[in-house]
DNA sequence: CGAAGACATCGACACTTGTCAATGTCTTGT
DNA sequence: ACAAGACATTGACAAGTGTCGATGTCTTCG
């Protein structure tokens, strides 16, 4: 059996279609209000930004810290939040942790925006 | 002077580009954060749903409150953010206000995403 | 083994947010 | 003028959220 790569987010799994599609049930307008709540926070985004636009597409994250001028606890925070909702996935390599983007996520969010 | 058909909304104006592009800035990003937080909410995309599904496009306030299951104190709340947002436009005629969705605002917040 | 460093977790706290009942403001029809 | 109805505003409260310092867990290197 291969070795797992990275570990499994807990993503809600938006599922198909846009907002403006027969009228969103609760259960699917919360998972969908969840996903954007990952995205509500300048931190999350700017950390989304230092990931997204990092050469490799990855990023260790001992050098997110710095940049977004934040604790570490509240940075790990954060990444947990993204990570959560999808939008990175993480990969342990020794002592670091890189993470990087998950386009397919943005994806099924930008199709709930059409 | 013509008479003002709707209300200017107070939307930040996310501006062009990507998340993934140059690392946002503190304020990009608080600017791009308050909109998503718009769509953070379940009752909020489901007043959204309502909206952008309707035959002609706008509805009116009136038919908003039943079909959300909440006051109608707290959907005029949310519909005030989702307006503040830049995400609905509002009209007034007669006693009801009509809603409908901003689809040029939706294409930001996709751009935002890409 | 022991020290160092990268993350994660915990506890606490201030601040924000969603919700409702009560009340206010306007517009329309009688 | 008055009553009725559509929204908006206010005040209050419980629940959620971002933040930090302190501390815990693991991995690597002497």
Redesign the interface.
Known sequence: MAKKASAKSTAPSVCCG???????D?TA??A???A??A????????L???I??AEGGEVCGCDLVE?I?RSQPTVSHHLKILFEAGLVAKEKRGVWVWYR?VPDR?GE??AA??
């Open positions: 846009s907002v403006a599609e027969v009228p969103l609760e307008a919360e969908l209000a969840t954007f709540a995205l509500a926070d300048p931190a999350r985004l700017r989304l930004s230092l997204g636009s940049p001028g983007v943005f969010l930008r925006l059409a």
